[in-house]
C-alpha cells in the first residue's frame, strides 16, 4: 500500500465526506448550471460545504470538480477554463480542511458515450489528463475516479491520475440489473476490479446508485476479488418526492447502522453520495469511534 | 432472395453493416416496407429488449442493436412514407429542464422508431414551455420525458403542470421515465406511464397509444 494510505488506515477505517451537489443546490445553484464553475465564481459558498464535512468529523474531503473536465465544462461554454476551475476545486477544500483533513480531489466521467463516437479514446485521454495534472498542481493529496458507468472511460482516467504520482481511488456506480450489482454498461464488481487495477488504482470502490444496505454485497465482492483498500459512498435509500421537492428518506441513524456491517465487508474508506449530509458524516464518525 | 431472418439477426447482434445490406437487398426486390419493419425490425428489437430484460444485455448490446436498426430504418422510412403505411403514433421525447443526459433518452427514441413510432426528439434540457409548443405544433399521440438527475425529477412536474395549463393535458398521453423515477413518483405527478427500462418504455407506449385511438 502507498505511505499516504497506510497511514490514514493504520488505525482502522476512515470517514470520508457527503453529498456535494445537494448542498451546492441548497446554497443557491441554478438547476443546470455547472457546479464547477462555482469554484470560481462562489468560492465562499463551496469552502462552506467542504468546511461543514470536515466539522462533522470527514477525515478526507473531497473537491468541487466532478465535472470539472473540459468535456463536460464545454456544455457550459467553460472547456477552455478547466485546468483554472479543477486548480481552485483543490485550494477550496484545502482551506476548508485547514489541515484537519486530507484533500482528495474528485474526477467524474464526462457523460460522453465512448461506443457511440460521441468521443474517442484520445479526447478522453486527454481531457483527463488535463484535469488530473491541475488537481494535483492545486495540491491534492490523492485522486478520486468516481461515478464510473464504463470501464473504458474509467481505465482512462485512473491512468490520467496514476500518471500524476499521487494515489488513486477508483470507483464505478452499481444501479443495473435484479441484484444491482452491474453499471449500466453491464460491468461486474470482479470486472471492474480488473479493469481499474490494471489502469494502477490504489483502492477501488463504488459510489453512488443505490442505498447503502445495497452497498455490503458489492463491498464483499470488491474486497474478494482485490486486496486493495475498498471505498465506499453510498446514497441515503432511494429518492421520492414529497410537496415538489426530492427528499432522501434514510436518516443518518440508519445510514450509520450499515457502517459496521461494511466495515466487516472489507470497506476500508466511508462516506456518503445523494442525500447524505454532514450529519450522516457525524453518524458514520461516532458509529467507527465507538 | 433478401433474407428477411438474417435482418432480424443481424439487428439483434448489432451488425449494422449486415441490417444495411439486407435491407438493400430486400427493397431492391420491392419487399413490401411495412413487412419489413413489422414483421422484422419490431420483433427484433423486441428480442433485444427482452435479452435486456433477462440481463443478458446491457446498455452497450442496446446501443449497437438501436444503431443497426436505425440504419434500415433510414433505408425504409422514404418507401413507407411513399405508400403511406400509418405509423404507430406521433412521439415528442426530450430530456427534462437542467438535465443535460441523453443517453437514456436516445435508447428510448431508438426503441419507440424501432416499434414504429414518429419520434420527435427535443433534444436534452428542454424546458417545460418547448414541450407545450411541440404538443401543439407536432400533435403527438405520446409525450416522454427523462430524467437522470434526482436533482431535476421536479421538472418532470412542472412539465406535466405546464402542458395541464396550456389545456392540452387531455389530447397526449405522457410518459415519464429515468433512473430516479419510480411508478410510485409518476403516480404522484400524474403522468399517464412509466417505463423502469427503454423495453417496458416502449410495451407502454403501445398500450397508452392503442387505448388512446380507440
Known amino acids: ?290 | 432472395m433478401a433474407d428477411l431472418n438474417a435482418l432480424r439477426q443481424a439487428v439483434i447482434n448489432g451488425d449494422h453493416t449486415s441490417a444495411r445490406r439486407i435491407t438493400e437487398e430486400a427493397l431492391g426486390e420491392n419487399t413490401d416496407p411495412l413487412q419489413i419493419v413489422t414483421g422484422c425490425l419490431v420483433p427484433a428489437m423486441d428480442e433485444v429488449g427482452r435479452l435486456f430484460e433477462e440481463e443478458e444485455y446491457f446498455i452497450p448490446e442496446m446501443l449497437l442493436a438501436a444503431r443497426a436498426m436505425k440504419e434500415s430504418m433510414e433505408l425504409i422510412r422514404p418507401r413507407l412514407t411513399a405508400t403511406g403505411a400509418p405509423s404507430s403514433g406521433r412521439a415528442v421525447i426530450g430530456a427534462a429542464k437542467g438535465d443535460l443526459h441523453d443517453i437514456g433518452k436516445n435508447l428510448v427514441a431508438s426503441m419507440l422508431e424501432g416499434a414504429g413510432f414518429d419520434v420527435h426528439d427535443l433534444g436534452v434540457d428542454v424546458p417545460p414551455e418547448k414541450y407545450v409548443e411541440a404538443v401543439k405544433t407536432v400533435k403527438p399521440h405520446l409525450v416522454c420525458i427523462s430524467t437522470l438527475l434526482t436533482t431535476t425529477m421536479p421538472a418532470l412536474k412542472k412539465t406535466i403542470d405546464a402542458i395541464d395549463a396550456a389545456g392540452l393535458r387531455d389530447s397526449v398521453k405522457i410518459m415519464v421515465g429515468g433512473a430516479p423515477v419510480t411508478q410510485q413518483f409518476a403516480d404522484e405527478i400524474g403522468a399517464d406511464g412509466y417505463g423502469e427500462n427503454a423495453r417496458s418504455a416502449v410495451q407502454k407506449a403501445r398500450e397508452l397509444t392503442a387505448r388512446g385511438a380507440a
Open chain 1, 1 to 290: 500500500m502507498n505511505a499516504l494510505f497506510s497511514e490514514l488506515l493504520a488505525s482502522g477505517p476512515v470517514v470520508t465526506d457527503g453529498a456535494w451537489g445537494t448542498l451546492l443546490y441548497m446554497s443557491g445553484l441554478p438547476m443546470g448550471d455547472s457546479p464547477d464553475a462555482w469554484n470560481l465564481t462562489h468560492a465562499d459558498r463551496v469552502e462552506k460545504v467542504a468546511r461543514s464535512y470536515t466539522e462533522a468529523g470527514a477525515q478526507i474531503v473531497l473537491t468541487n470538480t466532478f465535472g470539472a473536465n473540459r468535456l463536460t465544462l464545454k456544455k457550459h461554454g467553460l472547456a477552455d477554463r478547466a485546468a483554472e476551475i479543477n486548480r481552485a476545486g483543490v485550494e477550496i477544500s484545502r482551506r476548508a480542511a485547514a489541515g484537519r483533513a486530507r484533500v482528495f480531489a474528485s474526477i467524474g466521467p464526462t457523460g460522453l458515450m465512448l461506443m457511440t463516437g460521441e468521443t474517442s479514446e484520445d479526447e478522453l485521454d486527454a481531457a483527463f489528463e488535463e484535469q488530473a495534472e491541475a488537481l494535483a498542481k492545486g495540491g491534492a493529496d490523492a485522486l478520486v475516479v468516481e461515478t464510473m458507468l464504463d470501464p473504458a472511460e474509467a481505465a482512462s482516467a485512473v491512468r490520467a491520475a496514476k500518471r500524476t504520482g499521487l494515489p488513486v481511488v477508483a470507483c464505478m456506480t452499481y444501479s443495473a440489473g435484479k441484484k444491482k450489482d452491474r453499471t449500466v454498461m453491464g460491468t461486474t464488481p470482479e470486472q471492474a476490479v480488473e479493469v481499474l487495477t490494471q489502469a494502477g488504482a490504489d483502492a477501488i470502490g463504488s459510489n453512488c446508485g443505490q442505498g447503502v444496505e445495497g452497498f455490503i454485497p458489492i463491498c464483499q465482492r470488491l474486497h474478494a476479488a482485490s486486496p486493495l483498500p475498498i471505498w465506499i459512498k453510498a446514497n441515503a435509500g432511494l429518492p421520492e418526492m414529497e410537496n415538489g421537492e426530492v427528499v432522501y428518506k434514510t436518516t443518518p441513524e440508519q445510514f450509520a447502522a450499515h457502517v459496521k456491517p461494511l466495515v466487516e465487508a472489507g470497506a476500508s474508506f466511508i462516506g456518503g453520495c445523494c442525500g447524505t449530509n454532514p450529519e450522516f458524516i457525524r453518524a458514520v464518525r461516532k458509529t467507527l469511534a465507538a
